[in-house]
């Protein structure tokens, strides 16, 4: 049986929080989902972010994660193209030396909104848009330009909300509330890299082994108390009858500005592997001025809270977000604006 790392004793342990904490969490998504004549957890928005019955927000945004696009063949003339359609590159990869792909090409990423690829495919963006039928993917896949060549969009990331994206809302969210250095975050621990189950692949790591490894499993994040919490599932909140369990930390606003997680690198890898981006899959202020919920399957991000604080994310020039309501359906092809007969 492969057994997974030791967590090394220089790894960060964290502030984890009793599970009671969120009990209200857990509570008002069983009561939003009775609400719905639902018998669990089902995609629909009530499901994923507490609103309760009755509800004590009054509105919800949908923070729509940005769409990664990728132009495989950049040259001056590309980015003056692209810079007509607002896409600016926000990172290169020149691979035409020494490529181990063996690609010869200068490849340009950047991001973008769902509103500019319906734009590019013919659709229309909407508060309850859904990838697949919108961006006219086959599931979650990626999908090519109809302006430009060797251009492809998305898709979004599940389940984690960008850091350029998630420090603009922080700084929204952190205004709404009267404790803004007092809040809970809630991490999802099925991730590898948070109990040491996974790997690290690619030229890195041959060099670094001199040609031994392919790969090397790295050690869990977090010292050996929050490691024992996540491994034995301890110390966990529950939400819809055990469909979710989060590992619960305090924050004084740090987190979620830059959620950044310090990890225990490999000793055979560099000092650069030691952090992990994730945006925080439940947080809130103790006040519960507002509620956050970042569910791991879904491209998108829910907030409730106030009339006044979800105007004010909704016409953030650095978010795209659109209001919605407890019954919006998230699921993937749950689109009835962009919808296609899956039979056609």
């Not at 940005?66 to 607002?86: K, T």
């Not at 001199?210 to 034995?232: D, H, K, L």
């Amino acid at each position: 049986m492969h057994r997974r790392p030791h967590p090394r004793p220089d790894a960060p342990e964290l502030p984890v929080l009793d599970p009671a904490e969120g009990a209200w969490v857990a509570a008002m998504l069983e009561a939003g989902t009775e609400e719905l004549g639902a018998e669990s957890w089902n995609g629909y928005v009530a499901t994923v972010v507490p609103v309760g019955n009755p509800v004590p927000y009054e509105a919800i945004a949908r923070i729509c994660h940005p769409v990664p696009w990728h132009h495989r063949d950049w040259d001056e003339g590309a980015a003056a193209r692209l810079r007509e359609l607002g896409l600016v590159p926000e990172d290169h990869a020149d691979f035409r030396e020494g490529s181990w792909s063996g690609d010869r090409t200068l490849h340009a990423y950047g991001t973008t909104t769902w509103s500019q690829v319906a734009a590019d495919r013919g659709t229309v963006f909407h508060a309850g848009a859904q990838w697949a039928d919108l961006a006219r993917a086959g599931g979650n896949d990626s999908v090519p330009s109809t302006r430009e060549a060797h251009l492809e969009y998305g898709p979004p990331e599940q389940g984690q909300l960008s850091s350029r994206a998630m420090a603009t809302l922080a700084e929204v969210l952190l205004e709404h509330t009267e404790t803004p250095q007092d809040l809970v975050l809630g991490l999802w621990p099925g991730r590898g890299w948070m109990d040491g189950g996974s790997s690290r692949f690619g030229p890195g790591v041959l060099e670094a082994t001199g040609g031994r490894a392919s790969s090397v499993q790295m050690p869990p994040a977090f010292g050996p108390r929050t490691t024992r919490a996540i491994r034995r599932g301890s110390g966990l909140l529950e939400v819809g009858g055990g469909f979710r369990e989060y590992l619960l930390l305090a924050d004084d606003g740090t987190r979620l500005r830059h959620p950044l997680w310090e990890r225990a690198a490999h000793p055979l890898l560099p000092a650069a592997e030691a952090t992990e981006e994730q945006s925080p899959n439940l947080a809130w202020p103790r006040d519960r001025a507002w509620t956050l919920a970042s569910e791991i399957d879904f491209d998108s991000t829910l907030v409730a809270g106030s009339t006044e604080l979800i105007r004010a994310i909704c016409t953030h020039p650095g978010l795209e977000a659109a209001v919605v309501r407890t019954e919006t359906d998230l699921t993937a092809f749950a689109d009835t604006v962009n919808h296609r007969d899956p039979s056609a």
